[in-house]
């Protein structure tokens, strides 16, 4: 990926997509630094990495009235943690995202009189922040069993985990289920594939997001797939992956 004008990120909180009410995404990821300079380090300071941290912040345009809108969707998370996804271009399967488990920590509403009614918010993890890629785009409708594209993220190397962040946006229909897994194979054709991870069955706009033990796995594609159940039922989801 080259140069480009930010145009079209996207994010992602719990269950919704707050794309389209956000003018300002900011990612910052960082180590802290332990100072150990000695009588040994020959007049300069020696530092090694501590704790780790990330934090989203982001605002732009108010809007309330329904659980997908930015007013209600930051109610209903303040205080609480749940799975973020950022992509700086575009949230098509393959698209460049980035994924934490985080806690909404704040939210900022009002400005003058005459001015477009402004939203601020930060999200600080708990989680690492893990670049990976979106494995399942918004804005289409699952209604019943599937299976998403094939993503070649590489081998998980012992230490390190598998990450997945499911963003169900929409659900309807009566007594509407959907369980999303995360298979692995070692190719793309996924002729014997294993399942990695599974999230609880939803029934309603939310989000959710595991990680696996830090078991090596020597396989290198990776998919989502989905499980629906009830009467006409209908979602909306938006998921994403990667390893750190």
């Not at 100072?35 to 941290?53: A, C, P």
């Amino acid at each position: 990926m080259g140069k480009f004008v930010l145009l079209d990120a996207r994010l992602f909180a719990p269950g919704a997509d707050l794309s389209g009410a956000s003018n300002k995404i900011e990612l910052t990821s960082e180590i802290e630094d332990k100072e150990t300079t000695n009588y040994r380090s020959q007049g300069w300071k020696e530092v090694i990495g501590g704790l780790g941290s990330a934090e989203i912040s982001a605002e732009g345009q108010w809007e309330a009235g329904d659980p997908s809108l930015v007013d209600d969707s930051s109610w209903a998370s303040l205080g609480g943690r749940g799975p973020y996804t950022v992509c700086p271009t575009d949230s098509v399967v393959g698209a460049l995202a980035y994924v934490t488990y985080g806690m909404r920590t704040d939210y900022k509403v009002g400005d003058a009189v005459g001015e477009v009614a402004p939203w601020a918010g930060t999200v600080k993890s708990s989680w690492p922040l893990v670049r990976g890629q979106i494995a399942h785009p918004p804005g289409l409708a699952r209604t019943t069993n599937g299976e998403g594209a094939a993503l070649d993220l590489g081998a998980v190397a012992g230490g390190q985990r598998l990450y997945a962040a499911v963003h169900v946006l929409s659900a309807s229909g009566t007594t509407p289920s959907l369980t999303v897994t995360v298979e692995s194979d070692e190719d793309g054709d996924f002729n014997s594939p294993t399942t990695r991870l599974t999230f609880n069955a939803a029934s309603a706009e939310g989000g959710q997001i595991l990680r696996t033990d830090g078991t090596a796995i020597t396989d290198t594609h990776y998919r989502i797939a989905w499980a629906i159940s009830g009467t006409t039922p209908s979602f909306m989801l938006a998921a994403s992956l990667g390893i750190r």
